[in-house]
């Protein structure tokens, strides 16, 4: 694991419960009826990137589709990180989605131990 500065630490942080809260506000149904969770935020050392791994239960359809579908609506999202941290960051980072898998490997180790 990389060491991380303050500032990234902080920017992270910030770009992760301000995301959350956004796609709180956008509800359920704007993702398929899925319920996604931002995991966790990881900056880039010029905090120009993000790579941002979100959580998500109970749907329909797979992780896979839903995960299509926030890719689809980054830009928008985006904006709308733009809009509500605007004041606390010069430059909005880029941001990419990934599935956070670790719940499954939590539920995969219990299952061994279980054995």
Known sequence: MEAYSVR??????????TLAEIIQ????????????????VRVSPDLNYAKVYI???ATSKTKEEVLEM??????????????????????VPSLS?????????IEKIDDLLKK
Not at 77 to 88: A, D
């Open 8 to 17: 990234q630490n902080k920017v992270s942080k910030l770009v992760q419960t």
């Open 25 to 40: 506000k956008k509800g359920f149904q704007a993702y398929g009826g899925a319920m996604i969770t931002v995991a966790q």
């Open 55 to 57: 959580s998500i239960f």
């Open 70 to 91: 926030v890719k689809k609506d980054t830009k928008t999202l985006r904006y709308e990180l733009g809009k509500l941290v605007r004041n606390q960051l010069r430059v």
């Open 97 to 105: 989605f990934f599935i956070d898998d670790t719940l499954d490997h």
